[in-house]
């Protein structure tokens, strides 16, 4: 099975950047689609993109055209680089690898958008 770290987040100011990564280790990460998801204080985890082992990418309404997901097999990592920030992207990022029937999840990292 594949054990997933989350890393990369942090405090940022509305319009800022951030790039939050997801190490993969213990399996074939190429094998897996990967997505990412969110839980804000008070609310349900929500998905927020993903990208199959092929290479197919979508992205929940809200963060099209500001969020880009990507993955780098040679390096067992998946990223997820988020531009133009905004207070209610406010939330713990998870990675989620799945295969077939089964999902591994990350820990997930604290992304905070405040001035």
């Known amino acids: 099975q594949v054990q997933l770290v989350e890393s990369g987040g942090g405090l940022v100011q509305p319009g800022g950047s951030l790039r939050l990564s997801c190490a993969a280790s213990?399996?074939?990460?190429?094998?897996?689609?990967m997505h990412w998801h969110r839980q804000a204080p008070g609310k349900q985890r929500e998905w927020v993109a993903r990208i199959t082992r092929t290479g197919i990418i979508n992205y929940e309404n809200s963060v099209k055209g500001r969020f880009t997901i990507s993955r780098d097999n040679a390096k067992n990592t998946l990223y997820l680089q988020m531009n133009y920030l905004n207070p209610e992207d406010t939330a713990v990022y998870y990675c989620?690898?799945?295969?077939?029937?089964?999902?591994?999840w990350g820990q997930g990292t604290q992304v905070t958008v405040s001035s």
């Open positions: 989620k690898a799945v295969r077939g029937l089964t999902d591994y």
């Open positions: 213990g399996s074939d990460f190429s094998i897996y689609d």
